[in-house]
């Protein structure tokens, strides 16, 4: 199902990761979210955070969990993007049926605007619904104006609100959600 105008939906293909995918998760997980939010994150605080959050054990383990699904799109085969799903708790604004988060959807910077990220919605609100999930929710930083439009467009829409902590710096998302 593809919800947005199919001339922004990348041809570029998109696979499932496997653990052996770890470190490619890993390396590009932190330089996607680096080039997204270095500007406005202090130095020690996104260091810290790159540590925490992208390391090749810690990737690995969650790809291996059943209950994950990572997708990864290339271009040319070369990875250019990722989303992870989870069925995490939610917190308690998000009350629709069967929910699964979106814990990351992330596209390097040189991809903005080649449709991407919505070739990666597609395909996770695609596999969600295979899965039997019927809500799909994640958190998105209040200031992330790209991101909270690109979601907007997909039919999320805010249904609270929740603390992000990047290294020593409390950010403050939005939760979002919609029905798959």
């Known amino acids: 199902m593809r919800t947005v105008d199919d001339k922004?939906?990348?041809r570029d293909p998109i696979r499932l990761a496997t653990t052996s995918d770890a470190?490619?998760?890993a390396d590009l997980g932190a330089r996607t979210f680096y080039e997204a939010?270095?500007?406005l994150i202090s130095e020690g605080d996104m260091a810290a955070y790159l540590v925490a959050s992208f390391t090749s054990a810690g990737l690995a383990a969650q790809?291996?969990?059943r209950l994950s699904l990572f997708l990864i799109a290339e271009t040319d085969g070369v990875a250019v993007g990722y989303a992870h799903l989870c069925p995490t708790q939610p917190p308690a604004c998000v009350d629709g049926?069967?929910?699964v988060q979106l814990v990351r959807l992330y596209v390097l910077k040189k991809r903005y605007g080649h449709g991407v990220g919505s070739s990666l919605m597609a395909t996770c609100l695609s596999e969600a619904s295979?899965?039997?999930y019927q809500t799909l929710w994640l958190s998105s930083?209040?200031?992330n104006q790209r991101a909270n439009s690109f979601y907007r467009k997909w039919g999320f829409?805010?249904?609270g609100n929740q603390d992000f902590v990047v290294g020593h710096d409390v950010q403050h998302d939005v939760i979002l959600s919609r029905k798959i």
Request: glycine share 4%; proline share 12%.
């Open 63 to 65: 790809i291996a969990d």
């Open 130 to 132: 295979k899965r039997g």
């Open 8 to 10: 922004r939906i990348s």
């Open 97 to 99: 049926p069967s929910p």
């Open 37 to 39: 939010f270095a500007a």
């Open 23 to 25: 470190s490619l998760l």
């Open 141 to 143: 930083w209040e200031i």
């Open 157 to 159: 829409e805010p249904v």
